[in-house]
Structure formats: structure tokens, C-alpha cells
């Protein structure tokens, strides 16, 4: 951080993730419908079939699911399903989380006051990464 950031929050997480786009390429193939409605919300599965390369942006925001289910340390299973995140866009197109269901759950036990994620394609592979920011109290340094 820059000196004299003020920002008043700390790290409770990192994650980081990496996919094959032939794979993502593959399970859409092979199980279509069924594979999207299982990992992606209707919002992310409208997004990116309206691209060129949809599995591209599908592999992408696969990586950004994996990457926020390492930095919370639970991966994905009972505490956090693939639907509780959601991958959406701001006013300038940087993408953002929305945590729902036992996601926004846990983000609220865990005091998570804001998900920071990156993440990026090239032909071969999708990478992210997150960060949980927490609000911490102010006080003396």
C-alpha cells in the first residue's frame, strides 16, 4: 500500500487460480446446460454467450469462483457452492463478486467487508486472483 494509505481494512484471504480453456471448452461440450446451470448463475451464463469465445469468459469466471473459495480457506463443498458467488460487472466493466446464499453467509461471519478480484484470459488459459478485505476498527496504531 502507498504511504499514508488510510484505507481502514485488513487481509483475511488471497486466493489464486489457473484453468485449462480446453477444459471449461470440454465440459461445455460434453454436458451443455448442465454443466453451466451447476457452476454459473444466469447473469454469467448470459454474459458470456453472447461472446465470440464464450469459454473463454466462462473459463475466467470459473477461476475467479476457485480463487474466492481458497482465499475464504474452504474451497468449494458444504460451507460455500459454486452458486453462492456470482461474477457481475461495475459501471466500468471490472468484474466484482457478489457473495449469495451460505456465501454472503459466511462472508458476514467472517466480517468480509469487500472481495477484490483480477482476472484475465489468454487463448490457452484463465487466471484470477481475490482478496477478502476486512473492516478493521480504527484505533491507535
Same mark, same amino acid.
Given at each position: 500500500?502507498?504511504? %499514508?494509505?488510510?484505507?481502514?481494512? %485488513?487481509?483475511?484471504? =488471497?486466493?489464486?487460480? =489457473?484453468?485449462?480453456?480446453?477444459?471449461?471448452?470440454?465440459?461445455?461440450?460434453?454436458?451443455? @446446460?448442465? /454443466?453451466?446451470?451447476?457452476? /454459473? @448463475?444466469? +447473469?454469467?451464463?448470459?454474459?458470456?454467450?453472447?461472446?465470440?469465445?464464450?469459454?473463454?469468459?466462462?473459463? +475466467?469466471? /470459473?477461476?475467479?469462483?476457485?480463487?474466492?473459495?481458497?482465499? /475464504? %480457506?474452504?474451497? =468449494?463443498?458444504?460451507?460455500?457452492?459454486?452458486?453462492?458467488?456470482?461474477?457481475?460487472?461495475?459501471?466500468?466493466?471490472?468484474?466484482?463478486?457478489?457473495?449469495? %446464499?451460505?456465501?454472503?453467509?459466511?462472508?458476514?461471519?467472517?466480517? =468480509?467487508? @469487500?472481495?477484490?478480484? +483480477?482476472? +484475465?484470459?489468454?487463448?490457452?488459459?484463465?487466471?484470477?486472483?481475490?482478496?477478502?478485505?476486512?473492516?478493521?476498527?480504527?484505533?491507535?496504531?
Amino acid at each position: 500500500m502507498p504511504a %499514508g494509505n488510510t484505507d481502514p481494512r %485488513g487481509v483475511a484471504g =488471497i486466493g489464486i487460480d =489457473i484453468v485449462e480453456n480446453r477444459r471449461v471448452e470440454d465440459a461445455l461440450a460434453r454436458h451443455g @446446460r448442465r /454443466f453451466r446451470n451447476r457452476i /454459473f @448463475r444466469k +447473469s454469467e451464463q448470459d454474459y458470456c454467450d453472447q461472446k465470440a469465445r464464450p469459454a473463454l469468459h466462462y473459463a +475466467s469466471r /470459473f477461476a475467479v469462483k476457485e480463487a474466492v473459495a481458497k482465499a /475464504f %480457506g474452504t474451497g =468449494i463443498g458444504a460451507e460455500l457452492g459454486w452458486l453462492d458467488i456470482e461474477v457481475v460487472r461495475d459501471g466500468g466493466g471490472a468484474p466484482v463478486v457478489m457473495m449469495l %446464499g451460505k456465501g454472503a453467509e459466511l462472508a458476514r461471519k467472517m466480517n =468480509i467487508d @469487500r472481495i477484490y478480484v +483480477s482476472l +484475465s484470459h489468454t487463448h490457452q488459459y484463465a487466471a484470477a486472483t481475490a482478496l477478502l478485505a476486512v473492516k478493521c476498527p480504527r484505533g491507535p496504531a
